[in-house]
């Protein structure tokens, strides 16, 4: 997205934009800080509940491993793209994101912040 207008005007933006956007921080179980409106309703939850939810919660038990895998990579190269996953929402409806974009958030000195993904493709299952 283009870093136009105020701070105010791009958050306005990022947050009502046509994709999922959602991040996570650095904590062992990292807690999701950050999800667009699509994102909120793609994973059925208000902003508060959302971040409260640790990132891990976002995809099934037996889905985590291979989550966590993808992660790692993303963290070792500074992201992947097109990735594809299943996940699930608050309230157990499955979906497969694809085409999904993960990348390392850093701050203005380079140090990692935490890991955010954007999608625009996802299909319920």
């Known amino acids: ?25 650095t904590q062992d179980d990292p807690i999701l800080n950050y999800g667009s409106q699509l994102a909120l309703t793609l994973w059925e939850m208000t902003w508060e509940q959302l971040v409260q939810t640790a990132s891990r919660l976002t995809a099934e038990p037996m889905n985590r491993a291979e989550r966590e895998v993808m992660l790692e990579r993303a963290r070792a190269q500074g992201y992947i793209d097109n990735y594809r996953g299943v996940r699930i929402s608050s309230s ?23 890991q955010a993904a954007t999608f625009s493709r996802w299909t319920f299952l």
């Open 1 to 25: 997205m283009p870093r136009v207008g105020r701070r105010e005007e791009q958050a306005h933006a990022l947050f009502h934009a046509p994709v999922v956007t959602v991040s996570h921080g």
């Open 92 to 114: 157990g409806r499955r979906f497969l994101i694809e085409q999904a974009v993960v990348w390392t958030v850093i701050d203005n000195v380079g140090h990692p912040q935490g």
